[in-house]
């Protein structure tokens, strides 16, 4: 709605990084006073809550520095200049676990963070998953640990904040919901 | 999982803001090179998913610099320096929408993007909503529009992506499993 649009006067690149990038811009509110807005730029990323045929998800633990702690994930990963999240997500996939998969359905996607960042999450649902022979490797700064989990343990990982993100428990949440209705 | 851990060798200031601060740090890798990781430092926020006695949902729309558009989300904030989360939900509840609530019960707490921030927002569950008088006013650089939506409603603003962030789609399929699990 137009009553809300705040615009831009002036916007100051203050970094421009391997990952983020940052922003402080100046802007006219809708009451004609101004303000500043600290602003990150981010490639988006996508996600994959993989199935095994034994009906597990698949988790990697990561150390991650911004928390100084490990968690446990779906598996994630940034996207490339120009890459289809689609294809982005079989190639995470593929990095991180191992895994190809036969069905890969788009869940949701949704923005992490609108009140400073443009980060934006495609989260997809990937089955019929096989190992792959001589399968990608992960970047040279990436180290995981790959877990499977029932969605009993998922649950209790949450519990204990070994789970504790947003795609992560939203991934857990979509199956509880899936098993609720009865289609799983 | 200690194997996994990356040291910090250097951390640089970059920027410190309003919301937001920014460091690059070199990090020693668990196979002993190194590597740069950018960091943002966020205060932490709130996010409140608020029933009406008519059973809808309380949602806000508000223009987001960082996506140069408006959504529709559910009421949230940033936590103030020292400020316990179930306080900071009553005050943003009552400054975004000039509701109180009889109870307030934390639904989950996730880390909104753990590559690269370390933001943390708390979900809570408000019931037995009542205006309440001389209601606290939003900051002077917020400008929010209210709705009232059904789930039905809140469903068909997920397909159109007027609702798009994380903590909103979570809390929308939090209610759907409520509802599934015949706990509504």
Redesign the interface.
Known sequence: ?SE???K?LKSEE??S????S?Y??D?M???G?Q??????K?PG?VAILAITNENKIIMV???????ER??V?IP?G?LEKGEEPALCARRELEEETGYECESLKLL????????????I?HVYLAKGLSKKENAAALD??E???LEELTLEEALHY?RE?KI????T??AV??L??QE??GQK
């Open positions: 709605m809300l649009e705040e831009t203050i970094y990084g391997k990952v983020i940052l402080l811009q802007v509110l809708p009451n006073k303000s500043k807005r600290e602003i990150i981010h990323a633990e990561q150390f991650r520095k911004a928390l490990t968690i994930e994630a940034k949701t996607s949704f923005y992490t963070s609108p009140g400073f960042a443009d980060e999450v040279e700064d180290f995981v640990s949450i904040q504790y993100d947003a795609k428990i939203y949440q979509y509880q919901l609720a209705l």
